[in-house]
């Protein structure tokens, strides 16, 4: 029994400690003349879809829920938003090539009508990400004729 106290009291030594291991966070107070809603002016419901379920993982500015003050859960989030913004950025969107906007652009299709995005574990915490059957249609419709303007 007195292994486990030892144990235990490791561990919470060792909880408390990594508090104290701040984790990077993805913020600005910024928005770049780079960024896709600026560059392409989507309607407001796009834009609104977009922000809601996108750019918390694909954008220089996330906002944070209060969880994230907790170690190591902020270290969790940190990956997402750092594989997340390696796939996609749109903070940067005007800095790629037309080529690679549309490579993009049919990618991000694919991952709504596939339900890959937003990912499970975002939607089960954010359930205002969830796009419906319709918003899906919507924001695919209006990707698709960006995309053709290409």
């Known amino acids: 029994m007195k292994i486990v106290k030892i144990i235990a009291l490791i561990l919470l030594v060792a909880f408390v400690g990594i508090q104290f291991v701040p ?3 993805n913020q600005s107070d910024v928005v770049p003349k780079t960024d896709f809603l600026l ?3 989507p309607p407001e419901n796009i834009s609104t879809l977009l922000q809601e379920s996108c750019y918390d993982c694909h954008s220089n500015n996330t906002s944070y829920p209060w969880y994230n003050k907790m170690q190591p859960v902020a270290w969790f989030l940190e990956g997402h938003i750092k594989e997340g913004k390696a796939e996609l950025n749109f903070s940067e969107w005007d800095s790629l090539s037309n080529r690679r906007k549309a490579s993009k652009l049919r990618s991000i299709i694919k991952q709504i009508e596939s339900n890959k995005m937003p990912l499970e574990s975002y939607k089960s915490i954010h359930k205002e990400a969830e796009f419906s059957e319709e918003e899906k249609t919507t924001i695919i419709q209006w990707i698709t004729l960006l995309d ?3």
Do not use: H, P, R
């Open 23 to 25: 984790a990077e966070l």
């Open 39 to 41: 560059v392409n002016n």
């Open 148 to 150: 053709d303007s290409l």
